[in-house]
């Protein structure tokens, strides 16, 4: 990372650029003048009273005196994405939303408040595109209002990492005293090399709405209430996949009378050029016999069918296993999202 002008270093940085995307570097606490360097990118999202801070495109805030500053600079945004569709963060957010409707929904100015009944953090939480409409101190106080009144907890989802994203608003809620919750990425890849996957997909039934034996493999709820299908069938065009229980790639079919839940399952919404993928579960049984390729794979080539080109998911940053599939699929990062509550 280079900092230096003319051989020297210099800070290249003032207040005056909160919510640019910065490079800093500053010397170690308790170091002298042999200190070590630590190095930090993100967006600059306040400098007040001698404190810097930088939001990380991890959604990690990191507050830098400014005393212990030795350069900074400006940097453009991350270049373009050399695999994969091109697509901005605020084509993504929109997509990703319409795939995962609430049940109720209400403005806050330009923002919206959803809710399902506590049916998964996605449908219960603010989506926050745009203006409020009112300063955001009371704009958080209305959201907690209104989650309130329905005796669930307050939500609201933000992203970083991509051009035009949120590192100001995470910046901002942690001021308020909200707590990033969960983090996920957000992911996305060429539909056609998701089709052509290697899979046995002889064994995977789609259909436009989940069944018992489909509804008995997820494992987001424990009663599927009315709330959770009206979000399950939300989308332009949902599918849901199922591989039997006694399914072993020899082509039976789901409620081919094994009497066991599916072995897998999975759900695609395609919406234009995008095919987007979530609840993707195989049994503990009958992992590692690449049934979730298969799912996949069967998703893909229906997406394709109706003319998708382009596909997204979201896998949680500690499910590793998950990681590592949708890497070999193709997959690369977007953006991460966070979901902030009130400490």
């Given at each position: 990372?280079?900092?230096?002008m003319?051989?020297?270093?210099?800070?290249?940085?003032t207040?005056?650029?909160?919510?640019?995307?910065?490079?800093?570097?500053?010397?170690?606490?308790?170091?002298?003048?042999?200190?070590?360097?630590?190095?930090?990118?993100?967006?600059?999202?306040?400098?007040?009273?001698?404190?810097?801070?930088?939001?990380?495109?991890?959604?990690?805030?990191?507050?830098?005196?400014?005393?212990?500053?030795?350069?900074?600079?400006?940097?453009?945004?991350?270049?373009?994405?050399?695999?994969?569709?091109a697509?901005?963060?605020a084509?993504?957010?929109?997509?990703?939303?319409?795939?995962?409707?609430?049940?109720?929904?209400?403005?806050?100015?330009?923002?919206?408040?959803?809710?399902?009944?506590?049916?998964?953090?996605?449908?219960?939480?603010?989506?926050?595109?745009?203006?409020?409409?009112?300063?955001?101190?009371?704009?958080?106080?209305?959201?907690?209002?209104?989650?309130?009144?329905?005796?669930?907890?307050?939500?609201?989802?933000?992203?970083?990492?991509?051009?035009?994203?949120?590192?100001?608003?995470?910046?901002?809620?942690?001021?308020?005293?909200?707590?990033r919750?969960?983090?996920?990425?957000?992911?996305?890849?060429?539909?056609?090399?998701?089709?052509?996957?290697?899979?046995?997909?002889?064994?995977?039934?789609?259909?436009?709405?989940?069944?018992?034996?489909?509804?008995?493999?997820?494992?987001?709820?424990?009663?599927?209430?009315?709330?959770?299908?009206?979000?399950?069938?939300?989308?332009?065009?949902?599918?849901?996949?199922?591989?039997?229980?006694?399914?072993?790639?020899?082509?039976?079919?789901?409620?081919?009378?094994?009497?066991?839940?599916?072995?897998?399952?999975?759900?695609?919404?395609?919406?234009?050029?995008?095919?987007?993928?979530m609840?993707?579960?195989?049994?503990?049984?009958?992992?590692?016999?690449?049934?979730?390729?298969?799912?996949?794979?069967?998703?893909?080539?229906?997406a394709?069918?109706?003319?998708?080109?382009?596909?997204?998911?979201?896998?949680?940053?500690?499910?590793?296993?998950?990681?590592?599939?949708?890497?070999?699929?193709?997959?690369?990062?977007?953006?991460?999202?966070?979901?902030?509550?009130p400490?």
């Amino acid at each position: 990372m280079e900092f230096t002008m003319g051989g020297r270093l210099e800070v290249r940085i003032t207040p005056a650029d909160v919510g640019k995307r910065v490079s800093v570097r500053r010397r170690s606490a308790g170091g002298g003048s042999g200190a070590e360097f630590t190095d930090t990118v993100g967006v600059l999202t306040s400098w007040n009273d001698g404190v810097v801070a930088i939001t990380r495109k991890s959604g990690e805030s990191v507050r830098i005196l400014e005393s212990t500053l030795v350069a900074g600079k400006v940097v453009p945004a991350a270049p373009a994405r050399r695999r994969g569709p091109a697509a901005s963060f605020a084509e993504l957010a929109a997509v990703t939303a319409r795939a995962w409707q609430p049940v109720e929904s209400e403005p806050l100015g330009e923002w919206r408040l959803r809710a399902a009944g506590g049916f998964t953090r996605r449908a219960n939480s603010v989506l926050p595109l745009g203006d409020p409409g009112l300063p955001l101190g009371e704009a958080f106080e209305r959201i907690e209002q209104w989650y309130g009144e329905r005796g669930l907890p307050p939500y609201v989802q933000t992203a970083t990492g991509a051009e035009g994203a949120q590192e100001t608003l995470c910046a901002e809620l942690e001021r308020q005293g909200w707590r990033r919750e969960v983090t996920a990425e957000v992911r996305i890849a060429a539909l056609a090399p998701v089709g052509d996957l290697d899979a046995d997909v002889s064994a995977v039934r789609l259909a436009r709405e989940p069944d018992a034996a489909w509804l008995s493999r997820y494992q987001r709820f424990s009663t599927p209430g009315p709330h959770v299908l009206r979000v399950l069938g939300s989308g332009p065009s949902v599918w849901f996949a199922t591989v039997a229980g006694g399914a072993r790639g020899e082509g039976a079919g789901a409620g081919s009378g094994d009497g066991e839940p599916p072995a897998a399952i999975g759900r695609c919404v395609v919406d234009g050029r995008w095919a987007g993928f979530m609840a993707v579960e195989v049994a503990p049984g009958h992992r590692r016999r690449g049934l979730a390729t298969a799912v996949m794979a069967a998703l893909a080539r229906r997406a394709l069918d109706e003319g998708a080109s382009a596909a997204w998911l979201q896998v949680e940053e500690d499910n590793e296993g998950a990681r590592a599939l949708y890497d070999g699929m193709g997959f690369a990062p977007h953006h991460r999202y966070h979901h902030f509550r009130p400490a």
